[in-house]
């Protein structure tokens, strides 16, 4: 950390400007004040006196609001999965600090966490106490017994039976509930800790050792409960789910969100599209997860060959569609986050895939409504009035992706919520 735009401000001039909503970059300048961005001029040169505020000249480079990321577990990837089940929760906790810090450090100002006790790490945060990203808390992913977050063993008595609670739902991580009035209880319980939205699982998971993938999770009055009681508090529920009859299922209890959809067929995609459903689904590889079981990884293998289909079928049918990683339980791929981004390129045109990494994620996230922590301003975009969060790039992101797959190579100033995290222009 160190220079703020606290006083008269900051201004970076001399950049080629991308707001998260054009085309192009533009040549222009931008005035930052405090935590918010208060001024964007267009043309070359900067049209008045300097006098006042921190100057950094751009020399040209690519101005772009911070990428933000649908989908992360920040408990989940500083940690492997014996961390997780077996390791002391400040671990967990230490190692989601560093993983914040990584991902800011990337260029990701804004993420929405799936899973894990994040809203005490928002706070440290977002006072400045450490660096990382805004975050968008579910707090622990709700499951079904047996569902994709029952990381109990496999001959444990359910703890719905009076067995033990599993680790994972010690540590905030998940929570495992069954029947329309327990689900309701877990699901306030989320919202009572500041889950900004709720993360349940649907259906049949990679990384979960006993529900095959095909297998439908939650009945509808189960998933109807999430829905009603995540409304009520004004926010959404998203599910993970791979499969048409899960996210069916999903979309007719009135969730607005689908994790993932790998393997959903045509119509259903379509579907998504009638109902205005979101779809933030990943461009996965194979090797961007390593899974210890053979039958973990031949599911992976699965998901990862719907990849191609689901991104064309989703283009072609209008769906929404949001940006995330989903990058888990394996600390030495984190830096695959940036990677994930330029692979969008395959489906997107750069300046689509930026714009969807920026302003079209924020619009996801907007869908929190009261429970947005960071409604007071635009997100995603560089726009008079908007929170402070910007890049500057080397090269130009919005007809080359492959930029920003190196960060520490590309990144020339980051700047969140009016904080400079690095500035390699002087
Ligand atoms: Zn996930």
Known sequence: MGIDGSGAGLLVVNVRVFDGLGEEAVPGHVRIERDRITEVVLGNPFPRTLRGATVIDGRGRTLIPGLTDAHVHLFAIGSTMADLQHGPSGTVYYQALAAARDMLMRGFTTVRDLAGDTEPLRRAIDRGLFPGPRIYPSQAAVSQTSGHGDFGSVHDTPTALGGPQARTEQIGFTRVADGPE?????VREQLRKGAAQIKLMAGGGVASEFDPLDVLQFT???LEAAVAAASDW???VTVHVYTSEGVRRAVE?????????HLTDEDT???????????????FEADDH?????????K??????GVDRTFGWAREHGVRLAFGTDLVLDPGKAHRQTEMLVRLGKYLRPVEALRMATSGNAELFRLSGRRDPYRAAPLGVVVPGAWADLLVVDGDPTTDLS????????????VKDGVVHRNELG
């Open 234 to 236: 004004g926010t959404y």
């Open 182 to 186: 327990r689900v309701l209880a877990a």
């Open 403 to 414: 930029v920003l797959a190196e960060p520490e190579r590309n990144l020339h100033l980051i």
């Open 220 to 222: 509808p009055a189960e």
């Open 253 to 261: 209890a009135g969730v607005r969100c689908i994790e993932h959809g």
């Open 269 to 283: 995609i379509r579907f998504l599209a009638e109902r205005n459903v979101w779809l933030s689904t990943q461009p």
């Open 300 to 305: 992976n293998r699965e998901v990862c060959a």
């Open 290 to 298: 390593h899974y210890a079981s053979p039958e973990s990884d031949r």
